[in-house]
């Protein structure tokens, strides 16, 4: 959550905002578990040490939060987005479109939004109630977002490069002469 509105200032402003966030980080490694750290706990040591593909849906949102609110620094190359993955196999990039127009058996729930407005845009709501719910969501979404990726085919190593070529670009800005 942010006092920064993301749609108005972008993902890099919104994971550099000094009032940003992380509620909690809901996971899982391959077909295992799905599991949640909150920020009263201490950070799981099995994510930070993590070296192999890092699987998001628009992952540049995770990446960007990893690098400037959790100060983990995992490779640029790491990430496999599943928007990209989505758009690569024609279909739509939102989770909750392509679940659809994949057929896979976990939908995205669609309590998340109102959640979001409630728990993480300003004035936030600090209620236990709201938080259990937003873990549960934020848990779904992983279970939700494995199932996709799993029902499409995956992106090509020239996919994949081009992914990370745009991400590095996005990263860098382009220079202008003004």
Not at 3 to 16: F, I
Not at 113 to 141: G, H, S, T, W
Request: charged share 25%; aromatic share 10%; with cysteine.
């Amino acid at each position: 959550r942010s006092e920064c509105d993301l749609r108005a200032h972008g993902v890099y402003n919104y994971a550099q905002d000094a009032t940003t966030d992380v509620l909690c980080m809901s996971y899982a490694f391959g077909d295992g578990e799905v599991q949640t750290w909150v920020p009263t706990e201490p950070f799981p040591e099995d994510v930070r040490a993590w070296q192999g593909p890092i699987y998001a849906h628009n992952a540049t949102f995770e990446r960007l939060i990893f690098w400037y609110v959790l100060q983990v620094n995992f490779d640029l190359e790491q990430f496999v987005c599943t928007a990209a993955q989505a758009r690569a196999n024609c279909a739509p990039g939102s989770l909750e479109d392509v679940g659809r127009f994949s057929g896979a058996s976990m939908k995205k729930d669609h309590r998340g939004a109102q959640l979001i407005r409630l728990m993480c845009v300003p004035p936030f709501k600090n209620d236990p109630e709201l938080m259990a719910e937003m873990i549960a969501y934020c848990e779904q979404d992983v279970r939700a977002m494995r199932a996709i990726s799993k029902a499409m085919r995956p992106l090509s190593a020239d996919e994949l490069a081009d992914y990370h070529v745009n991400e590095r670009i996005n990263d860098r800005g382009v220079l202008v002469d003004v």
